[in-house]
């Protein structure tokens, strides 16, 4: 069982900055294809980017394409999600996620075996 951890949730103004983290209790993510998802108030979760188990096979949803960016770390402790020129509709629950498929269907939220309990991303006008 891993217990992924995500954190650097918060409240900004629209136009503002944050970076999301996720780690894993006690183990490295390095075999795992991670992703983040979210899931606005009344809304079902989406998927919001994702990155293979060597750092490639990057994909972005297209409302955050040029905005968000997914990383990370070599030493397979971390995974990141640098959320620049936030806007209002980014505001949502954040959740990293991990998969031990490392191709094919990036977007479905069933291939994911693992999930945080996510961070709370904020963003006012």
């Known amino acids: 069982q891993v217990q992924l951890v995500e954190s650097g949730g918060g409240s900004v103004q629209a136009g503002g900055s944050l970076r999301l983290s996720c780690v894993a209790s006690?183990?490295?993510?390095?075999?795992?294809?991670m992703a983040w998802f979210r899931q606005a108030p009344g809304k079902e979760r989406e998927f919001v980017a994702v990155?293979?188990?060597?750092?490639?096979?990057?994909y972005y949803t297209d409302s955050v394409k040029g905005r968000f960016t997914i990383s990370r770390d070599n030493a397979g402790i971390a995974v990141y999600l640098q959320m620049n020129s936030l806007k209002p509709e980014d505001t949502a629950v954040y959740y990293c996620?991990?998969?031990?498929?490392?191709?094919?269907?990036?977007?479905?939220?069933?291939?994911?075996?693992?999930w945080g309990q996510g961070t709370q991303v904020t963003v006012s006008t």
């Open positions: 006690g183990r490295t993510l390095s075999r795992y294809r």
């Open positions: 990155i293979n188990r060597s750092g490639g096979g990057i």
């Open positions: 996620a991990a998969s031990y498929l490392d191709s094919g269907t990036y977007y479905r939220l069933g291939i994911y075996d693992f």
